[in-house]
């Protein structure tokens, strides 16, 4: 009889503890790229938010899904230690918005433990659009003018980066308990991306002539806005295609628990 018990209170047990969760957090975004030396600085980063909805099939893994939204940017003017960069003058900002689904697994027990860490992973599929201010202070999105020559023929009909593009989320963070349904937390998540354009630079300068002929003034001069008796050859480099960017969000969380009656806390 014992051996027919001991099971069946296991599984009882794990489906009492199944619960849904809603969170909200608020913090920072920032990116890392082409037009910063260091992986994480304050000169790219900006306001970052997120809502996520959660399911956990125990008290240790959950499956979430939610929207991330962050603002933020980069500027050589920042990159003194290094000349070429500092020359090459460039800058951008973008607001990125992503939809993920990730796992989510409790490092501790939460039944025994008020406060405990958390790991998480998953996809994801973000949008951006970076853009800059040309020298009479107008808005300008870069991609439609191919700096680095993209969609021109007599540059070799280099293809045009998609605005849409996969990500792959990863990170931990904290949680403590406030009462049985509410909870605190603080999360830190990096995004692993496949594409080198979230700053508009990846590879080499592109001929500027050409460049000037064929997508005009404006795509000239945000292409390289270094001085003039400086300006780049076709082929010098512009980025590092082998190093893609990356971009983060950290920030404090509130959380809801539904269902949770039967959790013991």
Not at 94 to 121: K, Q, R, W
Not at 144 to 160: D, F
Not at 207 to 216: D, H, K, P, S, V
Request: hydrophobic letters at 40%; one cysteine or more; glycine letters at 10%.
């Amino acid at each position: 009889m014992k051996k027919i018990l001991l099971p069946l209170l296991l599984v009882a047990n794990a489906a009492s503890a199944q619960f849904w969760q809603a969170e909200i957090q608020a913090g920072l975004s920032g990116y890392s790229g082409d037009l910063n030396i260091k992986a994480v600085s304050p000169h790219n980063i900006g306001p970052g938010v997120a809502v996520n909805a959660a399911y956990f099939f125990n008290s240790m893994v959950g499956l979430r899904a939610g929207l991330s939204w962050g603002h933020f940017g980069g500027d050589d003017k920042y990159n003194e230690k290094s000349p070429m960069l500092f020359a090459r003058n460039l800058n951008f900002k973008t607001n990125v918005l992503e939809f993920s689904v990730c796992g989510e697994l409790n490092v501790l027990e939460p039944e025994i433990y008020y406060t405990y860490p958390y790991l998480f992973a998953g996809v994801g599929i973000f949008h951006f659009n970076p853009y800059t201010t040309d020298k009479n202070g107008e808005k300008v999105y870069l991609r439609p003018l191919g700096t680095e020559g993209q969609g021109i023929p007599e540059l070799g009909n280099k293809k045009m980066y998609s605005l849409f593009q996969i990500c792959i989320p990863f990170g931990a963070g904290a949680k403590m308990k406030i009462n049985e349904q509410w909870e605190a937390g603080f999360e830190l998540g990096f995004r692993k991306t496949f594409t080198d354009y979230i700053d508009d630079v990846s590879t080499r300068y592109a001929n500027a002539e050409i460049l000037l002929a064929t997508r005009g003034a404006q795509a000239f001069e945000l292409a390289y806005r270094g001085p003039a008796a400086n300006l780049p050859k076709p082929g010098e480099v512009r980025g590092n295609p082998k190093k893609k960017d990356l971009y983060y969000f950290a920030g404090l969380k509130l959380i809801w628990k539904f269902n949770t009656g039967d959790m013991g806390y």
